[in-house]
């Protein structure tokens, strides 16, 4: 395994109390494999991937527990120093605001350069060279030129590939992409989607995706895991999922999409909302708003039940959602 | 397009922003090109869907028609009756009619006024609309038609969610009793599971109140789901318009045909089947928009023809003979026919000569 | 509907359902320290709580507040009624006491001219607070009307205004006072209070303009303008309870600023003139005494820098409790 994240607990300290973001969460990939992690906004699936790369604020942000092996090596408990080393060469991430996590005031190529200026002691003229190759990978047109352009220079597609570029420059063995291409128009979405998926299988690295949207997941991921209110609530090959759900959250969100073959009036919704941080249900997260809660669901906290050897799910009545509908 | 009578008729609709340049003689030096001759009508009870990828122009539109923006040049015209060029009462009248649903339920609304105060105000700005003593009453009922408990009446509206805010956003719209409501993408701020509850909303709304909707959103998806007819925007003009199944099924437009194929659709079975057109480039800047067609430069069927002349929103002459789903308004020269008859929206089989 | 309970938050009900698709972790956390009370301040029994009521409860809480708090109370108190401490007259001088050191009933002693520097500490309080909250009034007044109006019309109104802001900038404040407040002969605080609004309103106005065009991007001041709202109700309702907060917090810290600077603008002789009766008059006479009686400078100066100190920790804690990045 790559990168795996064993029993991560995150949490944060507000004004109102403390927010219990991540509880637990555990997740691997390997080289050459897509997980995409899938989630609602507070789910918290940024806060585990801001907690692998390292770059959680801490505070509020607190690490309460758990491991992240990379490379076999659990990060949590390195110094700073050495975690800086691997992040850029060992992992690197991708954000969904190209234009902020840009320097404005410098060059494109400048920043591109830097990496192998810092990383592995080039020249400058070399480190230039190195980038217009980076972003010829990238398929940036006329990179020649346009290397010494400013951020602000560039559209929205083309900075996320600048993005790219930048995590790639040093070849690290794993990506986080964190909702890459959310702000991005469709068909630009689905360039820079493609990119992505193109130098993964090139350079054999392991990418985790983070995001909200079940097609973009449906089309790369070769793993999903479904995040809720800081949990893993269901994890599993694409194929199988979509096929055949084994949580009833996973269910209710394929569900609620539109599609052609269903244009009725009504969708089908997820009654109520996603829970607070700070008042997570007891029992099962989820049991306020599922149709197949029941009794034990509002006690007992389901672990993740093996579905089968590939596959989990933490429900308690995962045999009743995976054959047949609620 | 014979449908129910028309409520709102656009023509010629046109919004250019000046470039100006200088501090105290200013001079203009060009024009942001918004909105560029866009021609639609709906009925009444109808909902009308436009969906463009960012910097169409949709949400210039939608300013237009709720009269936040006054249009360069065109008609808006509202049960016959010319709109951007009233003032005073007469316009406000016609703002009882026409009210609007905004895309970001955080700065939508007031965060210092509670819920009761939101949902009255339209009521405190058209007097006339209710007697004073029963608008608390009326600002109850409406929490309670969109699905908020009206005990909540005299709460503030960071104390909701993203959804619960846009049902009190939807609320507001209703007060006045419209008959058309303008949704700037109205869901795409919310979350996944959450969006489902609003767009059911919005059309049991439309059914109770006999409401006209034009519905505004970049999400393919979901604007077929709600949407009766659907007018497909690029660059500050409609290129192609037609019944849901006629945009979805068959679409005649090199632009619609690319959009559709690039939805990711959510069933990785059709990953290795499906096939899409991935356009090349970038939208151009909408202050230089190529000559003729405006998509030629991203149009992989272009050819002399398209710099040359502008197409025109219209039947194309291939499909004028027989009738059928592929007879719609399609602004192309090269229009042809994709039937796309899957499951899930948004899938197309490549051109047959990709460029 | 009412028996379709889904949409019916369970206990607490203020989600974290923040924008969807914007899901950057940044956002999380922030939505995380946004989410309104916790299960207690939004249960069903839960009461409605505006932003203002909101930064009042962090007020309450926080010591800095309090302790300037009751230092200003305090100060005002005496401002209004000095005799309620002092009862003797700060003007009944005994020339033969003069710069003696502290005795029974004259804790503070006395200074050059004989006057009791008690006396005179407590009932200088009454021209530095009226100077000062004077000032602050008429500046805020001024300034948030003029930058406020400017931001919301911009245009034509902004270009006049900023150059005016551009030019009174421009003024030495110092050196203006000098200039402007030597040719004065009266001896009320009112000449001084003009010249600090004079001088002091292009700080708020432009803090005005600011939030004014801030607020006004959002869309609930849209909202309101496509139901048919006037400008003034949009001013009004929706502007200006949203653009307010800023001018409080510019204003409280200003105060104290002012407090200086009254005291300044004394010293040197063009502030408040004898007989009336100030911190910075009495600085002033107290400080060739420096070496031998160094008590006549120490009270007024401290009473001073005591109360300067005072607004701008208070400004601070208003500052902290209206942020609107933690709102």
Same mark, same amino acid.
């Not at chain 3, 404040?173 to 402007?180: D, P, Q, S, T, Y």
């Given at each position: 395994?790559?990168?795996?994240?064993?029993?991560?607990?995150?949490?944060?300290?507000?004004?109102?109390?403390?927010?219990?973001?991540?509880?637990?969460?555990?997740?691997?990939?390997? #080289?050459?494999?897509?997980?995409?992690?899938?989630?609602?906004?507070?789910?918290?699936?940024?806060?585990? #991937?801001?907690?692998?790369?390292?770059?959680?604020?801490?505070?509020?942000?607190?690490?309460?527990?758990?491991?992240? =092996?990379?490379?076999?090596?659990? =990060?949590?408990?390195?110094?700073?120093?050495?975690?800086?080393?691997?992040?850029?060469?060992?992992?690197?991430?991708?954000?969904?605001?190209?234009?902020?996590?840009?320097?404005?005031?410098?060059?494109?190529?400048?920043?591109?350069?830097?990496?192998?200026?810092?990383?592995?002691?080039?020249?400058?003229?070399?480190?230039?060279?190195?980038?217009?190759?980076?972003?010829?990978?990238?398929?940036?047109?006329?990179?020649?030129?346009?290397?010494?352009?400013?951020?602000?220079?560039?559209?929205?597609?083309?900075?996320?590939?600048?993005?790219?570029?930048?995590?790639?420059?040093?070849?690290?063995?794993?990506?986080?992409?964190?909702?890459?291409?959310?702000?991005?128009?469709?068909?630009?979405?689905?360039?820079?989607?493609?990119?992505?998926?193109?130098?993964?299988?090139?350079?054999?690295?392991?990418?985790?995706?983070?995001?909200?949207?079940?097609?973009?997941?449906?089309?790369?991921?070769?793993?999903?895991?479904?995040?809720?209110?800081?949990?893993?609530?269901?994890?599993?090959?694409?194929?199988?999922?979509?096929?055949?759900?084994?949580?009833?959250?996973?269910?209710?969100?394929?569900?609620?999409?539109?599609?052609?073959?269903?244009?009725?009036?009504? =969708?089908? #919704?997820?009654?109520?909302?996603?829970?607070?941080?700070?008042?997570?249900?007891?029992?099962?997260?989820?049991?306020?708003?599922?149709?197949?809660?029941?009794?034990?669901?509002?006690?007992?906290?389901?672990?993740?039940?093996?579905?089968?050897?590939?596959?989990?799910?933490?429900?308690?009545?995962?045999?009743?959602?995976?054959?047949?509908?609620? | 397009?014979?449908?129910?009578?028309?409520?709102?008729?656009?023509?010629?609709?046109?919004?250019?922003?000046?470039?100006?340049?200088?501090?105290?003689?200013?001079?203009?030096?060009?024009?942001?090109?918004?909105?560029?001759?866009?021609?639609?009508?709906?009925?009444?009870?109808?909902?009308?869907?436009?969906?463009?990828?960012?910097?169409?122009?949709?949400?210039?539109?939608?300013?237009?028609?709720?009269?936040?923006?006054?249009?360069?040049?065109?008609?808006?015209?509202?049960?016959?009756?010319?709109?951007?060029?009233?003032?005073?009462?007469?316009?406000?009248?016609?703002?009882?009619?026409?009210?609007?649903?905004?895309?970001?339920?955080?700065?939508?609304?007031?965060?210092?006024?509670?819920?009761?105060?939101?949902?009255?105000?339209?009521?405190?700005?058209?007097?006339?609309?209710?007697?004073?003593?029963?608008?608390?009453?009326?600002?109850?009922?409406?929490?309670?038609?969109?699905?908020?408990?009206?005990?909540?009446?005299?709460?503030?509206?960071?104390?909701?969610?993203?959804?619960?805010?846009?049902?009190?956003?939807?609320?507001?719209?209703?007060?006045?009793?419209?008959?058309?409501?303008?949704?700037?993408?109205?869901?795409?701020?919310?979350?996944?599971?959450?969006?489902?509850?609003?767009?059911?909303?919005?059309?049991?709304?439309?059914?109770?109140?006999?409401?006209?909707?034009?519905?505004?959103?970049?999400?393919?998806?979901?604007?077929?789901?709600?949407?009766?007819?659907?007018?497909?925007?690029?660059?500050?003009?409609?290129?192609?318009?037609?019944?849901?199944?006629?945009?979805?099924?068959?679409?005649?437009?090199?632009?619609?045909?690319?959009?559709?194929?690039?939805?990711?659709?959510?069933?990785?079975?059709?990953?290795?089947?499906?096939?899409?057109?991935?356009?090349?480039?970038?939208?151009?800047?909408?202050?230089?928009?190529?000559?003729?067609?405006?998509?030629?430069?991203?149009?992989?069927?272009?050819?002399?023809?398209?710099?040359?002349?502008?197409?025109?929103?219209?039947?194309?002459?291939?499909?004028?003979?027989?009738?059928?789903?592929?007879?719609?308004?399609?602004?192309?020269?090269?229009?042809?026919?994709?039937?796309?008859?899957?499951?899930?929206?948004?899938?197309?089989?490549?051109?047959?000569?990709?460029? | 509907?009412?028996?379709?309970?889904?949409?019916?938050?369970?206990?607490?009900?203020?989600?974290?359902?923040?924008?969807?698709?914007?899901?950057?972790?940044?956002?999380?956390?922030?939505?995380?320290?946004?989410?309104?009370?916790?299960?207690?301040?939004?249960?069903?029994?839960?009461?409605?709580?505006?932003?203002?009521?909101?930064?009042?409860?962090?007020?309450?809480?926080?010591?800095?507040?309090?302790?300037?708090?009751?230092?200003?109370?305090?100060?005002?108190?005496?401002?209004?009624?000095?005799?309620?401490?002092?009862?003797?007259?700060?003007?009944?001088?005994?020339?033969?006491?003069?710069?003696?050191?502290?005795?029974?009933?004259?804790?503070?002693?006395?200074?050059?001219?004989?006057?009791?520097?008690?006396?005179?500490?407590?009932?200088?309080?009454?021209?530095?607070?009226?100077?000062?909250?004077?000032?602050?009034?008429?500046?805020?007044?001024?300034?948030?009307?003029?930058?406020?109006?400017?931001?919301?019309?911009?245009?034509?109104?902004?270009?006049?205004?900023?150059?005016?802001?551009?030019?009174?900038?421009?003024?030495?404040?110092?050196?203006?006072?000098?200039?402007?407040?030597?040719?004065?002969?009266?001896?009320? @605080?009112?000449?001084?209070?003009?010249?600090?609004?004079?001088?002091?309103?292009?700080?708020?106005?432009?803090?005005?303009?600011?939030?004014?065009?801030?607020?006004?991007?959002?869309?609930?001041?849209?909202?309101?303008?496509?139901?048919?709202?006037?400008?003034?109700?949009?001013?009004?309702?929706?502007?200006?309870?949203?653009?307010?907060?800023? @001018?409080?917090?510019?204003?409280?810290?200003?105060?104290?600023?002012?407090?200086?600077?009254?005291?300044?603008?004394?010293?040197?002789?063009?502030?408040?003139?004898?007989?009336?009766?100030?911190?910075?008059?009495?600085?002033?006479?107290?400080?060739?005494?420096?070496?031998?009686?160094?008590?006549?400078?120490?009270?007024?100066?401290?009473?001073?820098?005591?109360?300067?100190?005072?607004?701008?920790?208070?400004?601070?804690? @208003?500052?902290?409790?209206?942020?609107?990045?933690?709102?």
């Amino acid at each position: 395994m790559l990168l795996e994240v064993r029993d991560l607990h995150v949490e944060f300290r507000t004004r109102d109390g403390i927010a219990k973001a991540v509880n637990g969460v555990s997740y691997g990939v390997d #080289a050459g494999e897509t997980l995409a992690v899938l989630g609602e906004s507070g789910c918290g699936k940024s806060v585990t #991937a801001q907690a692998v790369m390292g770059i959680l604020d801490t505070p509020p942000g607190r690490i309460t527990g758990g491991e992240v =092996l990379f490379q076999g090596r659990d =990060l949590l408990r390195l110094r700073e120093e050495e975690r800086r080393r691997i992040r850029g060469a060992g992992m690197a991430m991708i954000f969904q605001d190209a234009l902020s996590a840009l320097n404005p005031v410098l060059t494109v190529g400048d920043q591109l350069g830097e990496m192998f200026v810092v990383h592995r002691g080039m020249s400058r003229k070399d480190a230039r060279v190195r980038a217009v190759e980076l972003m010829e990978r990238v398929r940036i047109p006329g990179a020649a030129q346009r290397v010494r352009d400013y951020p602000h220079q560039f559209s929205g597609g083309m900075r996320q590939r600048i993005m790219i570029a930048m995590a790639l420059a040093l070849e690290p063995a794993l990506i986080i992409a964190d909702e890459p291409t959310t702000a991005l128009d469709v068909t630009v979405q689905a360039q820079v989607m493609d990119l992505l998926a193109e130098l993964q299988s090139e350079y054999h690295m392991g990418l985790v995706l983070i995001t909200h949207d079940l097609g973009v997941v449906a089309d790369v991921a070769d793993r999903i895991a479904v995040m809720y209110a800081g949990r893993i609530v269901e994890s599993a090959p694409v194929h199988d999922i979509y096929k055949a759900p084994a949580h009833p959250y996973t269910r209710g969100l394929l569900d609620s999409i539109p599609r052609l073959d269903r244009k009725g009036r009504q =969708l089908y #919704a997820i009654k109520g909302l996603p829970p607070n941080l700070m008042a997570i249900p007891p029992g099962c997260a989820f049991h306020p708003r599922c149709p197949l809660a029941r009794d034990v669901c509002r006690t007992d906290v389901p672990p993740l039940y093996e579905v089968s050897a590939e596959r989990a799910s933490a429900c308690h009545f995962w045999r009743e959602c995976l054959h047949g509908r609620s | 397009m014979a449908g129910p009578e028309p409520i709102l008729e656009v023509s010629g609709l046109v919004k250019h922003y000046p470039l100006t340049r200088g501090i105290l003689f200013k001079k203009q030096i060009g024009a942001v090109r918004a909105v560029d001759g866009v021609d639609f009508t709906l009925g009444r009870g109808e909902t009308l869907g436009i969906v463009g990828e960012s910097g169409c122009g949709k949400s210039t539109i939608a300013r237009m028609l709720v009269s936040l923006e006054r249009p360069t040049a065109g008609s808006i015209r509202y049960r016959g009756q010319e709109i951007t060029k009233l003032s005073g009462r007469a316009l406000k009248e016609v703002r009882r009619n026409i009210q609007m649903v905004f895309q970001d339920p955080y700065t939508s609304l007031n965060p210092r006024m509670t819920v009761g105060d939101i949902i009255g105000e339209p009521y405190e700005i058209h007097p006339e609309a209710a007697p004073k003593g029963d608008r608390r009453r009326r600002v109850r009922e409406l929490l309670d038609v969109v699905g908020l408990n009206p005990e909540y009446i005299n709460r503030y509206p960071h104390q909701f969610s993203g959804g619960q805010r846009q049902r009190i956003g939807i609320a507001r719209g209703l007060a006045l009793r419209p008959e058309i409501i303008v949704a700037d993408e109205p869901v795409s701020a919310l979350d996944v599971s959450v969006q489902a509850q609003v767009v059911n909303l919005l059309a049991g709304l439309q059914d109770e109140f006999g409401l006209a909707y034009v519905f505004i959103a970049h999400d393919l998806s979901i604007v077929r789901h709600i949407s009766d007819r659907v007018g497909v925007m690029y660059l500050g003009r409609i290129v192609e318009m037609g019944s849901d199944a006629e945009i979805y099924e068959h679409p005649t437009h090199p632009y619609t045909q690319a959009l559709l194929s690039a939805v990711p659709v959510p069933d990785p079975s059709a990953r290795e089947q499906r096939e899409r057109i991935i356009l090349s480039g970038d939208v151009p800047s909408p202050t230089n928009i190529p000559s003729g067609c405006r998509f030629r430069t991203r149009c992989w069927k272009a050819r002399e023809r398209c710099a040359r002349e502008v197409p025109l929103l219209a039947v194309p002459e291939v499909f004028r003979p027989a009738a059928g789903p592929a007879s719609h308004d399609s602004a192309c020269h090269f229009a042809e026919n994709l039937s796309t008859t899957r499951s899930a929206p948004g899938r197309a089989v490549p051109p047959e000569e990709p460029a | 509907m009412p028996e379709q309970p889904p949409y019916q938050p369970e206990g607490a009900m203020a989600g974290t359902g923040m924008g969807g698709t914007m899901d950057l972790a940044a956002s999380e956390a922030t939505t995380l320290e946004k989410t309104p009370g916790g299960p207690e301040g939004t249960g069903p029994e839960g009461k409605p709580r505006s932003l203002w009521s909101d930064a009042w409860h962090d007020l309450r809480r926080n010591p800095v507040f309090i302790a300037s708090g009751l230092v200003i109370l305090f100060l005002v108190t005496i401002a209004i009624r000095p005799s309620l401490i002092a009862p003797g007259n700060p003007l009944t001088c005994d020339l033969s006491k003069a710069l003696d050191g502290s005795q029974s009933g004259h804790p503070f002693g006395y200074d050059g001219q004989g006057c009791d520097v008690y006396t005179r500490t407590v009932h200088g309080a009454r021209a530095s607070v009226t100077v000062g909250v004077c000032a602050t009034l008429g500046v805020a007044l001024l300034g948030s009307v003029l930058g406020g109006l400017a931001g919301f019309f911009g245009r034509g109104w902004d270009a006049i205004l900023s150059r005016a802001t551009d030019i009174f900038f421009a003024i030495p404040v110092l050196l203006g006072g000098l200039v402007l407040l030597s040719v004065v002969t009266s001896t009320t @605080v009112w000449p001084v209070v003009g010249f600090m609004v004079l001088l002091g309103w292009p700080q708020i106005s432009r803090i005005a303009r600011g939030s004014v065009i801030t607020a006004k991007q959002n869309d609930y001041v849209l909202a309101a303008r496509a139901l048919g709202a006037s400008n003034s109700r949009i001013l009004l309702r929706h502007i200006a309870p949203n653009a307010v907060a800023p @001018v409080i917090v510019v204003a409280t810290i200003a105060l104290g600023t002012y407090i200086a600077l009254e005291a300044t603008l004394s010293y040197l002789g063009v502030g408040l003139k004898p007989p009336s009766v100030s911190w910075g008059i009495d600085i002033s006479a107290a400080s060739p005494y420096i070496r031998n009686a160094p008590h006549a400078l120490l009270w007024p100066s401290g009473a001073l820098a005591i109360t300067v100190l005072a607004f701008i920790m208070l400004g601070d804690a @208003v500052r902290d409790a209206l942020d609107p990045k933690l709102r």
